[in-house]
C-alpha cells in the first residue's frame, strides 16, 4: 500500500511537473512575444508566482477528486489513479512534442473518466459530475474569446478617445502593463492547473484509506506547487513558438488584453471550484484580442489544428486510459 501511494504521488507530481512547461508556456508566450519580458526572467517569474498560486485555494482540487467518481467507494482506486496518470502524461507528452497547445485538464479528466470505467465499470462514474466539468471546459474557450473581444474593443476605443496615435508610445505603455498581466496570468494558472494533481492524489488516498475528506493536505499543496513551479522553470519552447508566432502576430496591447482577460476568466473559475482549460482560455484569448487588431491576419488554419486536438482529447485520453488499465492490471 505504501508502495503504491508513493507510485501515485510520483506519478502526480510528474504530471504537474509536465504542466508547468506544457501550459505555462502559454501564460508567458505574449510577454515573451512582444519583449515585454525577456525568456529568462518570464520563465523565472511565471515559476515563482506559480508556486504561489498553486497553494492559495483547494476547491477545484476537490472537484476534481470527487466529482468524477467517488473514491470512497470505487473499487481499485490505485490501479485507476495510475492508469490514468499514465494515460494523461502520455498525451501531454506527444502533443508537446509537436507544439500543440493541448490540454491538460480535458486529458487528466478524460484518463480518470477512462480508468474508472475500465476498473470499476460504467455505474462507477458520476456522470453528472463529469458532465458539468466537460461543459464548463467546452464552454469556457468560448467565453474568454467573446470577453477578450470586448476588452480589446473598449481598450481601442480609449486609445482613440485618447488622441494618442503614437505607436511607439502605445507599446512602451502597454509592455508595461503586460509586466503587470503577465504575472496576473502566471499566478492564475498555479491557481487552477496545480490543484488537478493535487485532486488526483486527494482521489488515491481517500480510495485507499488514508484520508476519509477530500480535503487537501497541506504536503500535497507544496509538492504539486513545488512540481508545477519546477516545470515552469524549464519553460515550454515548443508551444511557446506556437502561440507567438503561429496563431497572429502579438502586439502589446493585444497581449496586454489577452493576459488580463485570461486572468478573469481563470479567477472565476477557480472561485467557483471548477477546472478548466488555461490552455483553452489563453488562446481563445489571444484570438479574441486579435481579431479585434486584424481578423484577416488571424492564422486561421494553426486555429482549426488547435480546436480538433481540444475536440480530440478527451475521448482519445479515455479510451488511451481505458486500454493501459486493461493492459497492466487486468491481464
Do not use: C
Request: aromatic residues 8%; positive net charge.
Amino acid at each position: 500500500m505504501l508502495t503504491t501511494i508513493i507510485v501515485i504521488v510520483a506519478l502526480a507530481l510528474l504530471f504537474d511537473f509536465i504542466n508547468g512547461f506544457h501550459d505555462t508556456a502559454n501564460a508567458i508566450a505574449t510577454s515573451i512575444s512582444t519583449r515585454a519580458l525577456s525568456p529568462r526572467v518570464a520563465v523565472l517569474g511565471a515559476a515563482i508566482l506559480n508556486f504561489v498560486g498553486a497553494i492559495f485555494s483547494s476547491e477545484v482540487a476537490k472537484t476534481v477528486g470527487g466529482s468524477v467518481a467517488n473514491p470512497a467507494t470505487i473499487e481499485n482506486g490505485m490501479h485507476i489513479v495510475i492508469a490514468a496518470l499514465i494515460s494523461a502524461i502520455i498525451w501531454n507528452l506527444l502533443t508537446w512534442y509537436y507544439g500543440i497547445p493541448s490540454s491538460s485538464s480535458h486529458t487528466l479528466i478524460g484518463s480518470l473518466a477512462g480508468a474508472v470505467i475500465a476498473g470499476a465499470g460504467m455505474g462507477a462514474l458520476n456522470w453528472d459530475g463529469f458532465r458539468s466539468i466537460v461543459i464548463i471546459l467546452v464552454l469556457s474557450p468560448m467565453v474568454a474569446f467573446a470577453t477578450g473581444f470586448i476588452i480589446m474593443w473598449i481598450i481601442r476605443q480609449l486609445i482613440v478617445m485618447s488622441g494618442n496615435s503614437s505607436r511607439t508610445k502605445l507599446n512602451r505603455t502597454f509592455r508595461s502593463f503586460q509586466v503587470i498581466s503577465a504575472g496576473l496570468l502566471s499566478f492564475s494558472h498555479g491557481g487552477n492547473d496545480a490543484q488537478k494533481a493535487m485532486g488526483i492524489i486527494v482521489f488515491g488516498l481517500v480510495s485507499m484509506g488514508y484520508q476519509d475528506t477530500l480535503d487537501v493536505p497541506l504536503w500535497v499543496k507544496l509538492s504539486a506547487a513545488t512540481a508545477m513551479g519546477l516545470g515552469t522553470s524549464i519553460g515550454g519552447w515548443r508551444i511557446i513558438k506556437t502561440m507567438s508566432k503561429k496563431l497572429l502576430k502579438i502586439e502589446p496591447v493585444n497581449g496586454f488584453a489577452s493576459d488580463l482577460n485570461s486572468s478573469i476568466v481563470i479567477q472565476v473559475s477557480t472561485h467557483l471550484g471548477m477546472p478548466l482549460s488555461t490552455t483553452h482560455v489563453i488562446s481563445s484569448s489571444i484570438i479574441g484580442t486579435g481579431s479585434v487588431m486584424r481578423f484577416h491576419d488571424v492564422k486561421w488554419a494553426t486555429v482549426t489544428r488547435m480546436i480538433m486536438t481540444w475536440v480530440i482529447t478527451i475521448p482519445i485520453s479515455m479510451i488511451l486510459a481505458y486500454l493501459i488499465y486493461k493492459i497492466i492490471f487486468s491481464l
